[in-house]
């Protein structure tokens, strides 16, 4: 097994090339090692892998040669020393906030998460000793009132689901730095080809690859990205002794979504844009989110932090539930599903779906209301996607009139 040379500097080269391991064949495309263990030639040498002394690889739950060629293509796009696959999007945040913290501990988190994640901040850290404090991650004073002397990490996860709204990376990062805690990002509705949060001053990056790395819609996958110092002191053993080891078959569906990474997220991201004006001119929306538009309400900060508008737009139809039902429900190419970041653009209704186990109030703290859509779009070409929306909203007319 040979470790290839030719990574090269640019994204779009690491994308393809990056992290790339040939084994005695020289095969082309990277081999699925499909392995639990590993044999060793004496006695001596697997002495020497236990004690560290040797490289090599002991046993599949602690790393795996396609899982570790993910690894490393990850860490490259990054610009992080240190990669840890997991099998989800779940295990990898999981394990960046349980593997930081102790009984004892106190962990600030944005309100508006991905609804997992408020799950393991809100329910399963406090089993375990940890408080927590949830604030209005757009504001500045709220993260510094929430700060205690026991903070050890903050999360966020930006831009935020369902509405996109943004939180200020850098600010949050020097907040938490002051007070001697740590920042984990969720920089998955980003997707790592438009936001560098380690370079905006974050201590971890969590993904769930399910999104725009797969991208096709296959595989669920998580990645931790961060120094060597933070997933050696934070990670490392927490995920050798506790499990959540990613399928080195879903390693390699990872690898070659990877490599049409930043050819999908462009052209996500221009029908995104297209869509979003559409959108905004069209009688029956009374409202658009999306952070690529000069009317976005953080539209500075989106300039300042991200490098295009995203994948994603947000937005609301005049009529409420029915309205927005009936719309959704005519759409043919676009199709209903709560997923995101795939080549299918994808449309779903936050408070009814991923937003319905909420109470009425908290979906108003957050923005959600009952007219909102969330439309993850895909590869498809721009001018039937607006054809799709435009027949829709004409056979959800009566209803879209009715507010
Ligand atoms: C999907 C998602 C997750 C969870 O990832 P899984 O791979 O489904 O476990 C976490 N955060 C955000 C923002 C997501 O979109």
């Known amino acids: 097994m040979t470790t290839a040379h030719g990574n090269g500097s640019h994204p779009a080269t690491q994308l393809v090339h990056g992290g790339t391991l040939r084994s005695q064949f020289g095969e082309m495309s990277e081999a699925i090692f499909l392995t639990q263990s590993y044999a060793y030639d004496t006695m001596e040498s697997a002495e020497a892998r236990f004690k560290g002394e040797a490289p090599g690889f002991i046993y599949a739950r602690y790393g795996n040669p396609t899982v570790a060629m993910f690894e490393k293509r990850m860490a490259l796009l990054e610009g992080a020393e240190a990669a840890r696959a997991t099998a989800s999007g779940m295990a990898a945040i999981t394990a960046a906030l349980m593997g930081q913290v102790r009984a004892g501990d106190h962990v600030v988190a944005a309100r508006a998460l991905f609804g997992s994640c408020l799950y393991v901040v809100e329910d399963l850290l406090p089993r375990f000793g940890v408080a927590t404090t949830l604030v209005d991650g757009e504001n500045p004073n709220a993260w510094r009132a929430a700060m205690r002397p026991n903070t050890k990490t903050c999360f966020i996860e930006t831009p935020t689901n369902p509405n996109l709204g943004l939180v200020d990376i850098a600010a949050v990062a020097t907040i938490a730095h002051e007070h001697g805690a740590t920042l984990v990002v969720d920089n998955v509705f980003a997707s790592p ?185 895909g590869i498809e070409d721009e001018r039937d996607l607006i054809h799709d929306f435009l027949q829709a909203f004409e056979r959800a007319a009566h209803l879209l009139a009715a507010e």
């Open 193 to 377: 080809m438009l936001q560098h949060p380690l370079q905006l001053g974050a201590d971890c990056v969590v993904y769930s690859t399910t999104k725009h790395v797969d991208g096709q819609g296959r595989c669920l996958g998580g990645v931790i990205l961060a120094s060597e110092a933070f997933i050696n002191t934070h990670i490392h053993n927490y995920l050798r002794q506790t499990g959540p080891a990613l399928s080195p078959f879903n390693a390699w569906v990872m690898l070659k979504g990877m490599e049409t990474l930043a050819l999908r997220v462009d052209r996500q991201s221009a029908n995104a844009a297209a869509l979003a004006d559409m959108l905004a001119e069209h009688p029956c929306v009374t409202k658009v989110l999306y952070p690529g538009r000069a009317d976005h309400p953080q539209a500075e900060l989106a300039r300042r932090q991200m490098k295009g508008g995203g994948t994603l737009v947000a937005f609301e139809v005049a009529g409420g539930k029915p309205a927005a039902f009936a719309m959704a429900n005519a759409l043919e190419v676009v199709k209903i599903s709560n997923n995101l970041g795939d080549a299918k653009s994808m449309i779903t209704h936050p408070a009814t779906t991923t937003h319905q186990r909420l109470t009425p109030q908290a979906r108003a703290t957050l923005g959600i209301s009952d007219g909102m859509l969330r439309l993850s779009c």
